[in-house]
């Protein structure tokens, strides 16, 4: 990726900071989307972002270039955001269910029209991997290979669970007579 | 890919194509990150200062040390060439008569004096404390 080229040669040259600069912009949709992907939850989503991108911030000068760029971001990005689910289930597992069920309802959903709301409930009701593939594929078009390198799993293993969700999310939207609104 | 599927992906798109931060998001990042590099260059300047205001203590003791173990071997010297001349006659008796007649080897005599002469300096110049440092 020729900006990531760019953005390796500024760290090697001791250039961080200029670097950075460059590195939010290209890799702010990415991470916003794998951080999303794995919290479902935009406000969340976007804290975690912000989170990260500070931590590269502190750890860019010492980036060594032994992985891939986009996969040493998407790791750290990740890691992140699995630890803020823990953090979001152990406080969950403390609060008044309804509640947080309605909060989560509010917020879960991407900006869409109302007849894609229950697209996104058939989003929700698919297996974890399956609904992280989807999200991540459609956010930018990517190509599969780049999901795979996001969600840290083989091509195939993607290319699987991507039309798993696929035929899943054809046969609900039959089901439930929504598919041509 | 069937009509069903081709509208699948259409929905799928644009239900997660919109998916992105707010805006000002990047400005947001910029800004914390300053604040924190603010933060990291103030408390880079305080142990800047905390070093040098060590290093200048340091080099302070240093000096009065040098100050007080040239005043302790100037007394010392000071002190023996007091003892030579009150005790002149003596040792004109019982040391450089020997050596002038003989009788003691004049390079044993030399040797035996700078060795004390050494011991005595080394005894005011060697500090226990510095070893605790």
Redesign the interface.
């Known amino acids: 990726m020729p900006a990531d080229d760019a953005i390796v040669q500024l760290i090697q040259a001791g250039r961080a900071e200029q670097a950075?600069?460059r590195l939010?912009?290209a890799y702010?949709?990415r991470v916003?989307?794998l951080a999303?992907s794995v919290l479902r939850d935009?406000a969340a989503a976007?804290d975690l972002?912000?989170e990260v991108?500070?931590k590269l911030?502190r750890v860019l000068p010492r980036y060594d270039g032994r992985a891939r760029l986009s996969t040493w971001i998407y790791a750290i990005t990740r890691n992140a955001a699995i630890s803020a689910l823990r953090t979001r289930r152990r406080s969950v597992s403390l609060s008044d269910p309804a509640v947080l069920a309605e909060v989560e309802n509010r917020e879960a959903?991407?900006?869409?029209?109302p007849?894609?709301a229950a697209?996104?409930r058939h989003?929700e009701a698919l297996p974890e991997k399956q609904r992280q593939a989807?999200?991540l594929y459609?956010?930018?078009?990517r190509a599969v290979d780049e999901v795979a390198a996001m969600m840290g799993m083989p091509v195939n293993t993607v290319k699987t669970h991507l039309h798993r969700a696929?035929a899943s999310?054809?046969a609900a939207?039959?089901a439930a007579g929504e598919?041509?609104p | 890919m069937n009509i069903h599927e081709g509208r699948l992906e259409g929905r799928l798109r644009g239900l997660f194509g919109t998916l992105d931060a707010r805006a000002g998001f990047e400005g947001r990042v910029m800004a914390r990150v300053a604040s924190l590099a603010a933060q990291q260059g103030a408390m880079r300047a305080d142990l800047r200062a905390q070093f040098e205001r060590r290093r200048e203590l340091t080099r302070r003791r240093l000096r009065r040390e040098a100050w007080s173990n040239g005043i302790s071997t100037a007394g010392i010297g000071v002190a023996a060439g007091a003892l030579a001349w009150h005790y002149a006659e003596l040792i004109g008796r019982w040391l450089i008569e020997p050596i002038a007649s003989g009788q003691v080897d004049p390079m044993l005599a030399a040797s035996v004096s700078l060795t004390a002469v050494a011991a005595a300096v080394a005894l005011v110049l060697w500090r226990p404390s510095r070893l605790l440092r």
């Open positions: 950075f600069e939010v912009p702010r949709r916003i989307g999303y935009r976007e972002a912000q991108f500070v911030w959903a991407p900006d869409s029209g007849g894609d697209l996104w989003v989807v999200i459609y956010q930018d078009e696929r999310l054809t939207l039959a598919e041509f």
